[in-house]
């Protein structure tokens, strides 16, 4: 089979550079080893970036998976801060159900999708790359990468970097209750995060961020009585899942004739949220060059500046919330200046740019922090 992108992913990031590519006129395989639903262990908080993309793409994500919310509460101990997006709402949508959206839309504009075929060795041919999987041989004029943290495409290609910083894990499971708030939680404990999502008219997705030192997802729970207490009776709609260590950095974005999309382009943390935001905006930055026949290159610059934003916040807050009591200052400060929360969001959903937040608001902020 010839076509113009093989893309081994078929999760949200390679579903979206498939998407893309078909609405350029350009052909595109994608190849998932897993079948159908699609599911992953994650927060499921889209924010606005990710929903304003979806309907660029013309996804339709069924009703009975998701749920708007109107922005973040982060919650440490008896202090609540809550920011409220400036230029619409986000979603909480269960993965499944994302996924299936994608999906529709992909076939809809004629993408060949093979679930349930693995992806074997690769090799570089003639202008272009030859990709072996179950159900037969592909050939391609770029190979792209969008098979998750653990990425066999970066690894192939040479693209991988030593993992560094601080190991992180993630884990997540969903209930069969009511969602309770119009914001995403965030609960604050020691050593952990708690992130509450609404995934449904009736369902809320409970993850925990953590350092990874073996305590269980009950362990967890029990760090944070309020949300506990919460949770007291709820049915478990979903099996308890994990990711980790959740970092992985990459040298680029993209070696002869291979690039990569989504996690598989390097991540840093789940903390603000903005992984398919990114992995939306910059496969559709990745088809564009391939469109114009531009020069990889011109992919790298284009996902640095799409990236930019995310890789400064969330390294900023990740360093916070390793400082407890510097946490719980700027959690105080947030709950003082909700305006000031407000705008870190819109930045960080890039609605914003970084310098609307001004000298006075980080003076402002500093000085909430310090009291």
Not at 147 to 163: E, M, Q, V
Not at 315 to 337: C, E, N, P
């Amino acid at each position: 089979m010839t076509t113009d992108l093989a893309i081994v992913g078929g999760g949200p990031a390679g579903l979206a550079t498939a998407i893309a590519a078909a609405e350029q006129g350009l052909e595109a395989v994608v190849v998932e080893r897993r079948t159908l639903p699609l599911d992953k262990p994650c927060g499921e908080g889209l924010m606005p970036g990710a929903v304003r993309s979806l309907a660029t793409m013309g996804v339709a994500v069924p009703a009975w998976g998701r749920t708007p919310f109107i922005g973040v509460r982060y919650v440490d101990g008896d202090v609540v801060a809550e920011g409220r997006f400036p230029g619409g709402p986000g979603w909480g949508v269960r993965r499944t159900a994302l996924v299936d959206g994608m999906v529709a839309r992909a076939r809809a504009l004629g993408v060949t999708l093979r679930y349930g075929c693995a992806p074997r060795e690769w090799r570089r041919a003639g202008d272009g790359v030859e990709l072996a999987t179950d159900d037969g041989g592909i050939q391609a004029r770029l190979l792209v990468g969008a098979d998750g943290l653990r990425s066999a495409i970066r690894r192939d290609a040479g693209l991988d970097r030593p993992r560094r910083g601080r190991r992180r894990f993630g884990m997540r499971r969903h209930y069969a209750i009511a969602p309770w708030s119009p914001f995403v939680e965030v609960h604050w404990s020691a050593g952990a995060e708690a992130y509450v999502t609404p995934a449904g008219p009736g369902r809320v997705g409970l993850a925990f961020l953590w350092d990874g030192d073996g305590t269980s997802f009950d362990e967890l729970l029990a760090r944070f009585p309020p949300l506990a207490a919460r949770m007291d009776g709820a049915t478990p709609e979903s099996e308890i899942c994990g990711a980790g260590p959740l970092r992985r950095d990459a040298k680029a974005r993209y070696a002869d004739r291979v690039a990569l999309v989504g996690d598989a382009a390097g991540y840093l943390d789940a903390l603000t949220g903005e992984g398919l935001t990114l992995a939306f905006e910059s496969a559709r930055a990745l088809v564009d060059v391939v469109a114009r026949q531009r020069p990889l290159t011109e992919y790298e610059t284009a996902y640095r500046r799409l990236s930019r934003t995310y890789y400064l916040l969330t390294g900023l807050m990740l360093w916070v919330a390793a400082h407890a009591a510097l946490r719980r200052r700027v959690v105080a400060a947030f709950a003082r200046r909700p305006e000031l929360f407000d705008r870190m969001l819109a930045i960080n959903a890039g609605e914003w740019p970084l310098s609307s937040l001004g000298v006075g608001g980080v003076m402002r902020l500093l000085h909430g922090v310090l009291r």
